[in-house]
C-alpha cells in the first residue's frame, strides 16, 4: 500500500502561535518533525496537511526546501484537509500525524505502521491508551476508510480531530492498540502546545541532538531519567479535551 505521513500543521494555534516554526537546536520544529519521519522506512511521502489561510505560506515554503508535499486546505475541516492531502498524494495509506509533535520516534511511527499490517484492522493507534508520552502520537488507516468517516459525520468533533469517528465506532472498524514497553512514561508530555511544552522540547532538542541527530524515545526517556527536573517544566498543563463536557 502507497503509504503517506501528513502531518497537521497551521500557524494560528490558539495556546502558541506559529509553534511549529519554533526553533531547537538551530532548525525550526516542524523541520525536525519532518527530518524525524525522513528516517521511517515505511513512508512513501510525507505530506504537510495546512491551512489556505496566508497564515500558512512559510510552511508550504518549509516543504518546498525540505521536498516533503504540501496540501492546503480547511482550517476548521481537518478531516478533509487530511484526507485531501491523501488524495492528493495517492495516498493508499494514512499515517497521522500532528505538528505539535516534533520528537515523534521514527522508530515507534514503524511499530505502529508494522502492527497494522499484521494485525489486518482498520485502525491501529498508540494513542489509544496513553501509555507512550504525549508527542510521539501515530494513527494508521487506509485512506478508503477515511473517506468513507467523511460520508458519515458531519459532527464539528469529528471533522476537528480526523480519526475520532473511527476509535469511538468500534462496531463498525476493527481496531488495534499499540501498547508501550514503559506505560508509566504515558504521563509525560514530549508535545508543544505551550510555552512550558516548548521549553522542554526545546531543551531536549539543544541536549541530544548536537552529538546524535538520530536520537529516538529511550534515548529521551534516559535524558528525562537522569534530569528528572526537566518533566517538571510542563507537568502542571492540561491536555484540551477532545469533547469538552
Do not use: W
Not at 64 to 75: A, I, N
Not at 84 to 93: F, K, M, P
Not at 97 to 116: H, N, Q
Request: net charge negative; charged share 30%.
Amino acid at each position: 500500500m502507497r503509504t503517506v505521513c501528513t502531518i497537521e500543521a497551521r500557524m494560528t494555534s490558539s495556546r502558541l502561535p506559529g509553534k511549529v516554526l519554533m526553533p531547537a537546536a538551530g532548525k525550526p520544529l516542524l523541520e525536525h518533525m519532518i527530518e524525524r519521519l525522513q528516517r521511517v522506512e515505511e513512508l512513501d511521502e510525507i505530506v504537510i496537511a495546512s491551512t489556505e489561510d496566508a497564515s500558512s505560506d512559510p510552511l508550504e515554503a518549509l516543504a518546498q526546501r525540505l521536498g516533503v508535499g504540501c496540501f492546503r486546505g480547511s482550517e476548521d475541516d481537518v478531516l478533509a484537509r487530511v484526507l485531501g492531502a491523501a488524495q492528493a498524494y495517492d495516498a493508499e495509506l494514512i499515517v497521522e500525524t500532528t505538528g505539535d509533535c516534533p520528537l515523534i520516534d521514527p522508530a515507534t511511527v514503524s511499530l505502529v505502521i508494522e502492527r497494522f499490517h499484521a494485525s489486518g484492522v482498520d485502525y491501529c493507534a498508540n494513542n489509544l491508551e496513553r501509555t507512550y508520552p504525549r508527542g510521539m502520537d501515530t494513527q494508521v488507516f487506509p485512506t478508503a476508510v477515511l473517506a468513507e468517516v467523511a460520508t458519515l459525520t458531519d459532527d464539528p468533533h469529528d471533522r476537528e480531530h480526523v480519526s475520532l469517528y473511527i476509535y469511538e465506532h468500534p462496531e463498525r472498524y476493527r481496531i488495534e492498540s499499540v501498547r508501550s514497553e514503559r506505560p508509566e512514561t504515558g504521563a509525560l508530555r514530549l508535545t508543544v502546545d505551550t510555552e512550558d511544552d516548548y521549553e522542554l522540547v526545546r531543551t531536549v532538542f539543544e541536549e541530544l541532538y548536537p552529538a546524535n541527530p538520530a536520537f529516538g524515545l529511550p534515548e529521551i526517556l534516559a535524558l528525562l531519567d537522569a534530569r528528572p527536573e526537566l518533566a517538571d517544566l510542563n507537568r502542571h498543563i492540561e491536555q484540551k479535551a477532545i469533547r469538552p463536557t
